[in-house]
């Protein structure tokens, strides 16, 4: 019973470097979501899914790519890392209006 | 747009007082309302949730929330406060007029429970 499952949990990444992180949900949920939390900001949605092959910007989207190409995954990329991106990481998924499932975030620091 | 404050960053309560963690909110419809724990290096966890009906709802650990529609609030209560029950609490909404929209959260209140 995996839920939502967030790799890698932890990076340091150099200013201008590339990564990807990877969100799997097992709950065959139709809808996907990225978040990053700061310090008193709360919780502010980059991007998100409403299903396979769908993906639409939130709050925060810039510096930030995301694709759905399956429905269980959801990937974010960051094409050439700020100082700015440092900040938890955190993957959520939904069937419904009723709430979200959340993983257990990814730490990255860019240096 | 939708919109969630907390008002209190910090609410310290002794072990066994009652606590209330606030929350306001903003819609242009009919409010969904949730309340979310994150524990230290976790994810957040589902507390519990308004979505019509009896306006005091229940939920994990204890928990309770009352929506109030004329003062537009979902405060979180619990009658006696654990020293586990020190966390990060985060309310959030979503319109029900904009149907499945993202969850917006407020900025979170860090609750400490003091023995």
């Known amino acids: 019973n995996a839920g939502v499952t967030q790799t890698p949990k932890f990076r340091v990444l150099k200013t201008g470097q590339s990564m990807t992180l990877l969100c799997a949900q097992d709950?065959?949920?139709?809808?996907m979501y990225w978040y990053r939390q700061d310090p008193g900001m709360g919780l502010r949605l980059i991007h998100y899914?409403?299903?396979?092959?769908?993906?639409a910007k939130g709050e925060v989207p810039d510096g930030y790519n995301v694709s759905r190409l399956k429905k269980q995954n959801f990937l974010l990329g960051l094409e050439s890392a700020a100082p700015s991106q440092t900040s938890v990481y955190f993957c959520?998924?939904?069937?419904?209006?009723?709430?979200?499932?959340f993983g257990s975030g990814t730490r990255l620091t860019v240096v | 747009a939708q919109s969630v404050a907390q008002p209190e960053d910090q609410v310290n309560v002794a072990e066994g007082n009652p606590l209330t963690v606030k929350c306001t909110y903003s819609v242009s419809g009919n409010p969904y309302l949730f309340w979310y724990v994150q524990y230290p290096n976790r994810g957040l966890q589902f507390l519990l949730k308004y979505i019509t009906g009896d306006n005091l709802v229940k939920g994990s650990y204890g928990f309770e929330a009352e929506f109030n529609k004329s003062q537009t609030s979902f405060h979180l209560k619990k009658p006696s406060a654990l020293v586990s029950d020190s966390a990060l609490y985060f309310c959030?909404?979503?319109?029900?007029?904009?149907?499945?929209?993202?969850?917006?959260f407020g900025k979170g209140t860090r609750l400490s429970v003091i023995a």
């Open positions: 709950m065959n949920h139709e809808y």
């Open positions: 899914s409403v299903g396979e092959g769908t993906t």
């Open positions: 959030a909404v979503r319109d029900m007029v904009r149907g499945n929209t993202p969850l917006v």
């Open positions: 959520a998924s939904s069937s419904d209006y009723y709430g979200y499932t």
